[in-house]
């Protein structure tokens, strides 16, 4: 409960950050943009209104004060700088400027900005000539009033509350529906630590989580898979050992009690030693499988497999004398993969092809394939699917690692190892993958 909690709010803090960080710009360039019109309408205001006392200037001139118009204050002067008339006079020190400025001024107009602490003015100043010159000068504040930037920030800030309100409830909810799938995942996944390989994980989401929940039910029927394979290996790896142990130890025994099971001490001596050396085999064979399982590969390592065949058929064909192990490859083929793997690989498929073979066995290499077939049975077609499984056994009854300690290699170097039938017999083909037809 707490990471779903947790969760939630980091997701309303961060919202609510972004909206606040959304909301502050908005407002300063909502009000920016607000003043900017404000000011130019302002001035517009100022030079209308000035344009109305130069128009009608002996009116204005006849009495000594008149009212503002739309904030624009304005004083007439003369060239003496006595006031005329005037709608409101400024400041004493503010006065004594513009009519420095005026005097100065040789243009007929001109318009001038001033600050006045947080507020801004906007001068315009215009000199008539005449017999008696007259100067007329027309000031209004631009800045925005207060009372308008007041209601322009309760605005954005109800519009905040608002929009925080419903973006919250939305980000809760999405919030809860999100912990509460993570939550599921995280069952799940407890429950595969504690080996439950018949846990569910159900819910429906086309998004990443969707896809990761997709890929911890597909870990899930792995390790189902593997500790059901481990089992099987296990179990058959004792019995295998256990055979052989048994009749070691009973011909032992029974030697040590002056009786020869077989006849002669000779005789009975050669059972041991025979099954001392498949006990031997069957071990050298499980430490080859786990040491291709952990191995790391090597993928800087590569090996001419055309001469490890033709190495492998010179040692092993005096071995199978009823039948004929044919190289058929002239050129070189560099597969990656260590000289003692491939030594391994192609001694293994020779061995399994020579229990089968009626004639002839024939191995072709190239750079993309390489193949080992026989003339023997054809494979049933449920021996298809796990004639690469650890100890299962064969037509003949026989089990072992061989084969799949082959596969393991090719899994190993991503390569692709596949038993087929084949118009007079079996074969086993290896394929290189795409990235490795690149890289060789």
């Keep these: 409960m707490r990471v779903q909690i947790g969760l939630r709010w980091k997701i309303i803090a961060i919202y609510a950050t972004v909206l606040i960080a959304g909301v502050l710009l908005s ?7 607000y003043q900017s019109i ?4 302002k001035i517009a205001e100022l030079s209308q209104q000035q ?7 002996p009116i204005y001139v006849a009495q000594p004060t008149f009212p503002a118009v739309n904030g624009v204050e304005s004083l007439i002067l003369t060239d003496q700088r006595l006031v005329v008339a005037q709608s409101g006079f400024p400041e004493e020190r503010l006065f004594n400027e513009l009519t420095q400025i005026a005097a100065s ?8 900005h001033y600050e006045i602490g947080a507020e801004l ?28 930037s007041n209601v322009l920030l309760q605005e954005v800030m109800v519009l905040f509350a608002f929009l925080f309100v419903i973006g919250s409830a939305i980000f809760l909810f999405w919030g809860l529906y999100l912990a509460r799938d993570l939550q599921k995942i995280n069952d799940f996944t407890q429950r595969i630590g504690e080996r439950d390989w018949q846990a569910q994980l159900t819910f429906r989401r086309n998004d990443e989580l969707g896809a990761v929940a997709q890929n911890l039910q597909a870990v899930q029927q792995q390790l189902a898979n593997n500790e059901a394979q481990q089992q099987r290996f296990f179990h058959q790896t004792s019995h295998d050992l256990k055979t052989p142990i048994a009749v070691i130890q009973g011909y032992a025994e029974a030697i040590q009690d002056d009786i020869y099971p077989q006849g002669t001490l000779d005789a009975s001596v050669a059972v041991i030693i025979h099954e ?12 080859s499988y786990a040491k291709m399982q952990k191995a790391p590969k090597t993928p800087q390592e590569v090996t001419d497999v055309v001469a490890i065949m033709q190495q492998q058929q010179q040692k092993l064909q005096p071995l199978y004398p009823q039948v004929a192990i044919v190289v058929l490859a002239s050129e070189t083929a560099i597969w990656p993969g260590t000289q003692a793997e491939w030594e391994q690989v192609i001694e293994n498929l020779l061995a399994n092809a020579s229990r089968y073979a009626q004639k002839e066995i024939t191995l072709t290499a190239t750079k993309t394939e390489i193949t080992i077939a026989n003339d023997g049975p054809k494979f049933a077609p449920d021996e298809l ?18 084969l799949a300690i082959c596969q393991e290699f090719a899994h190993r170097y991503e390569l692709q190892l596949q038993a087929e039938n084949q118009e007079a017999g079996v074969m086993f083909r290896f394929k290189k993958k795409l990235k490795n037809e690149e890289n060789l």
């Design 38 to 41: 404000f000011i130019e309408q």
């Design 105 to 112: 001024q040789q243009q007929p107009t001109l318009q001038y």
């Design 121 to 148: 003015m906007n001068v315009q100043i215009t000199k008539v000539s005449g017999p008696q010159p007259i100067t007329v000068i027309s000031y209004v504040l631009t800045g925005v009033p207060s009372f308008l």
């Design 385 to 402: 699917s796990t004639i690469f499984e650890a100890f299962v056994s064969g037509k003949d009854g026989k089990s072992g690692l061989g």
């Design 276 to 287: 001392a050396k498949a006990l031997n085999h069957k071990v050298e064979q499980l430490l």
């Design 51 to 57: 344009a109305v006392i130069l128009e009608n200037l």
């Design 27 to 33: 407002v300063n360039i909502i009000q920016q943009r």
